[in-house]
């Protein structure tokens, strides 16, 4: 019964993706916190399970919000970064970058993983969700059957939620742990 509400009023099931993804984002192991994010994303990996519908335009309008807020919240820090001394920045964007690419494609050939799990995976090792727009909108318009890009976009939000972690710590570790000790050897 509740899975037939939740069908029929698709705008509900949002709103319990937030409300659980806020409850499990709480959840500590440890010291670490699994976070809004994580939580969200856990989240909308379950209540996606329910096949419910969500209208392409509430999609757009969701992913429109996301990319104002990060843009929003990122974009002066982006510019400050400018003033102070960039090289080094500019340098780590661009390990951090090829590392990434390198790592997904490597792991994606070897596995022989679809478009749409690429992309998730892309966009999980570089903890990045704004990959998840881009790969939707480029699968969207390839010339395939309708149910075979509903299926390759499907796959895309599911490889993120099982590899951001992964991306995020491996970010973590690679920053305090690597190139610190990279920097004590210069």
Same mark, same amino acid.
């Given at each position: 019964?509740?899975?037939?509400?939740?069908?029929?009023?698709?705008?509900?099931?949002?709103?319990?993706?937030?409300?659980?993804?806020?409850?499990? /984002?709480?959840?500590?192991?440890?010291?670490?916190?699994?976070?809004?994010?994580?939580?969200?994303?856990?989240?909308?990996?379950?209540?996606?399970?329910?096949?419910?519908?969500?209208?392409?335009?509430?999609?757009? #309008?969701?992913?429109?919000?996301?990319?104002?807020?990060?843009?929003?919240?990122?974009?002066?820090?982006?510019?400050?970064?400018?003033?102070? =001394?960039?090289?080094?920045?500019?340098?780590?964007?661009?390990?951090?970058?090829?590392?990434?690419?390198?790592?997904?494609?490597?792991?994606?050939?070897?596995?022989?993983?679809?478009?749409?799990?690429?992309?998730?995976?892309?966009?999980?090792?570089?903890?990045?969700?704004?990959? #998840? /727009?881009?790969?939707?909108?480029?699968?969207?318009?390839? =010339?395939?059957?309708?149910?075979?890009?509903?299926?390759?976009? =499907? =796959?895309?939000?599911?490889?993120?939620?099982?590899?951001?972690?992964?991306?995020?710590?491996?970010?973590?570790?690679?920053?305090?742990?690597?190139?610190?000790?990279?920097?004590?050897? #210069?």
């Amino acid at each position: 019964m509740a899975t037939a509400i939740l069908r029929e009023h698709p705008e509900l099931a949002l709103f319990l993706c937030l409300a659980l993804g806020f409850l499990i /984002g709480r959840i500590k192991i440890g010291t670490f916190k699994i976070g809004v994010v994580l939580g969200t994303l856990f989240a909308g990996v379950l209540i996606g399970q329910l096949d419910i519908d969500i209208p392409d335009i509430v999609k757009t #309008i969701f992913f429109d919000f996301f990319l104002f807020s990060t843009g929003y919240k990122v974009g002066p820090q982006f510019f400050q970064g400018f003033k102070k =001394n960039a090289f080094p920045q500019l340098l780590l964007t661009l390990v951090i970058c090829l590392s990434c690419l390198l790592v997904a494609y490597s792991v994606s050939t070897f596995l022989g993983y679809d478009i749409g799990t690429v992309a998730g995976l892309l966009a999980g090792a570089f903890s990045e969700s704004t990959v #998840i /727009g881009t790969a939707s909108d480029a699968i969207s318009h390839l =010339n395939l059957a309708d149910a075979e890009k509903s299926r390759l976009i =499907n =796959n895309i939000p599911v490889a993120y939620s099982v590899t951001y972690l992964v991306g995020a710590a491996s970010f973590v570790f690679f920053l305090t742990e690597l190139l610190q000790n990279c920097l004590v050897l #210069i």
